[in-house]
């Protein structure tokens, strides 16, 4: 158990919908980072929080959208859902920022398997 | 923009049999690297990292890596492997100047006992 969250488990839902994932970083973690696992295209980065500001973003969608919280829980929503978002929705969370010297390692949560039918 | 390669994409053993996968990476500053595991239906756990120092890193259940700046590899090892090593292996930078974890596309690993 990495201490990382993640709510639901499952998630099968139509195309056209809208579904909102949650996070629940370790505790004392600052950082919250979601990533897509998908057969074809492997793990990608979509996006990053540290302490409630957005500090990164890689290949994420207009449709989809993240915030972290005060609480320093994330949310990641996904809007008119195509069949091809189906996927594992993974987050990870650090303790502080990636690309300081020290930089700290993830730990990713147990992820959100998302259906798209 | 920065990559990491995996070359070998399924790689099949047997039991005892000594394991060697492929990570480079392209980026020419300061990296830290990481090696996770997944096995089958569960979530990613951190096998080794490198920040600094000895390039030669152990990791646990016996892995460990070799980093060798001058060839920008990252390359796990394992003198022995055993069928509960059988899952997904993916190799992961991140860099001193940006805020991304850059992932491979992972080897998958079946060890047939």
């Known amino acids: 158990d990495s201490g990382v969250t993640q709510t639901p488990k499952h998630l099968i839902t139509a195309t056209g919908q809208r579904v909102t994932l949650r996070c629940s970083p370790r505790?004392?973690?600052?950082?919250v980072y979601w990533y897509q696992q998908s057969l074809d295209q492997g793990l990608q980065f979509l996006i990053q929080?540290?302490?409630?500001?957005?500090?990164a973003k890689g290949n994420i969608l207009e449709r989809f959208s993240a915030q972290q919280f005060p609480d320093l829980h994330s949310e990641l929503n996904l809007s008119s859902l195509e069949l091809g978002d189906s996927a594992l929705y993974f987050c990870?969370?650090?303790?502080?920022?990636?690309?300081?010297?020290?930089?700290?390692?993830?730990?990713f949560g147990p992820g959100t398997r998302l259906t798209v039918t | 923009a920065q990559s990491v390669s995996q070359h070998n994409h399924h790689v099949i053993l047997s039991e005892a049999a000594s394991l060697e996968l492929g990570c480079n990476y392209s980026?020419?500053?300061?990296?830290?690297l990481f090696w996770y595991v997944q096995y089958p239906g569960q979530h990613l756990q951190l096998l080794l990292k490198?920040?600094?120092?000895?390039?030669l890193v152990k990791g646990i259940k016996g892995f460990e890596a070799e980093f060798i700046k001058s060839k920008f590899s990252f390359n796990l090892r394992k003198p022995s492997v055993q069928w509960s090593d059988t899952a997904e292996y993916f190799c992961?930078?991140?860099?001193?100047?940006?805020?991304?974890?850059?992932f491979g596309t992972g080897t998958s690993l079946t060890v047939i006992p």
């Open positions: 980026y020419g500053g300061t990296v830290n």
């Open positions: 990870a969370s650090s303790v502080g920022i990636a690309g300081r010297r020290n930089s700290y390692e993830q730990y």
């Open positions: 490198y920040f600094s120092g000895d390039p």
């Open positions: 929080y540290y302490n409630g500001e957005e500090r």
């Open positions: 992961a930078v991140n860099t001193n100047t940006g805020n991304q974890f850059y």
């Open positions: 505790s004392g973690d600052l950082s």
